[in-house]
């Protein structure tokens, strides 16, 4: 059976899109949800950060089990586990009575989640590895996308039709993804006995560079620890640097839906770009055009300076995930790609609860502004990681 990767792609987009946008919709009333849940006053800060972190720190744990499947299995019925079991957790958000069953689901979404990442794979599976860049870079676009709507239409979901109804209305576009996914998405794929499939050693032993491929987990996890780690007191800077604090909450939707635009106009670009040069010197790009937009960030007088630095800082993002994700899909032999994807899956979901962490603590100690330079000591450690692994260049598989 012929597959149409490019047709697989473009319905993958949209299926990454829902998934971003499920995820995110519900973040901006999460502490109202938590309120309504009969939470004490003085307790609504520490459960709607857990009911936020525990999502990301559930499928960090699983990720290698169900790269494992997938690899077994085939990716394609990965993405239709995961829209099946995100469409019942997060629907079923609706009718929790507590707040201890709001952990519990958050919980198990992220144990079963992992549409994107086995989105990526099979993608990355797919495509000519001379426009692997093009389409890892265009897949992130949905993600990006999703995440990006997710907020602004959540706020709008939840004053039309209520908290609960929204959680309702996040399941049925997961059910529309589950749909998607089952009927127009194909794969050509036998499955491999636990017995003959190659294990990890031997597929670590394929690989040209091992070093390189470790250095790419750590790089993902920084890249989420740098994205994160200002996520706790972005509104607060905002607030601390306007002089019309009535209008904080549009103007940090504003700043923070901003980085999602230009990330979105460059991920494709910078792929192709990448197919072109060569991905790491674009991985390397971006890291440096991080540090410079991090830096000043926490110089800034106004929230005007600070939306034009996150709007170039999306720049960088746009290179940084394809890049990696394609780098990684360039290196690692295809009967083993799903599990080294969940592991690079899930060093992204530790940076996704450890960045948080960190800017917490530092604002706590130093300040706001000492957030921004914290994350850019993280980014330096990354470029010099990064040169190391790069200077002999990168041997494809």
Aim: glycine share 10%; proline share 4%.
């Amino acid at each position: 059976m012929k597959v149409d990767w490019k047709r697989n792609l473009y319905i993958s987009w949209i299926g990454c899109f829902f998934t971003g946008a499920s995820f995110s919709l519900v973040m901006p009333f999460i502490p109202l949800y938590v309120e309504q849940l009969g939470a004490q006053k003085s307790q609504v800060e520490l459960f709607a950060g857990l009911a936020i972190s525990v999502t990301a720190f559930a499928a960090a744990i699983v990720a290698p089990i169900w790269g494992t499947l997938a690899d077994r299995k085939g990716r394609r019925l990965m993405m239709i586990r995961a829209a099946a079991g995100m469409t019942l957790t997060m629907g079923s958000l609706a009718f929790v009575p507590n707040v201890y069953w709001l952990l519990i689901m958050r919980f198990l979404t992220g144990v079963l989640s992992g549409y994107i990442p086995n989105a990526t794979a099979l993608i990355a599976s797919q495509a000519p590895k001379e426009k692997s860049g093009w389409a890892l870079g265009t897949l992130a676009t949905g993600a990006i996308a999703g995440s990006l709507i997710g907020p602004l239409m959540g706020g709008v979901l939840a004053e039309v039709f209520g908290i609960r109804n929204v959680f309702l209305i996040t399941g049925t576009v997961l059910l529309i993804t589950l749909l998607l996914t089952i009927f127009a998405v194909k794969e050509d794929f036998e499955p491999v006995e636990k017995t003959d499939m190659l294990s990890m050693r031997d597929i670590l032993g394929q690989m040209k560079n091992v070093r390189l491929l470790f250095g790419l987990f750590l790089t993902s996890l920084i890249i989420q620890l740098g994205i994160t780690s200002i996520s706790p007191i972005l509104t607060l800077y905002i607030r601390s640097l306007s002089k019309d604090p009535q209008n904080v909450l549009f103007t940090s939707g504003v700043i923070v839906s901003i980085a999602g635009v230009s990330a979105m106009i460059s991920s494709p670009i910078l792929g192709r770009l990448g197919d072109r040069i060569g991905n790491h010197k674009v991985l390397m790009g971006g890291l440096l055009f991080s540090l410079i937009c991090f830096i000043p960030m926490g110089f800034v007088q106004n929230p005007f300076q600070l939306g034009v630095l996150r709007f170039l800082l999306g720049f960088s993002t746009g290179a940084l995930m394809p890049s990696v994700n394609t780098l990684i899909s360039k290196i690692t032999p295809t009967e083993g790609v799903s599990r080294i994807y969940s592991y690079n899956q899930m060093f992204s979901n530790f940076g996704q609860v450890l960045g948080p962490m960190v800017g917490s603590t530092v604002a706590y100690s130093f300040g706001y502004a000492a957030v921004f330079w914290a994350t850019s000591a993280f980014v330096v450690l990354n470029i010099i990681m990064s040169f190391f692994n790069f200077r002999k260049g990168v041997h494809y598989r």
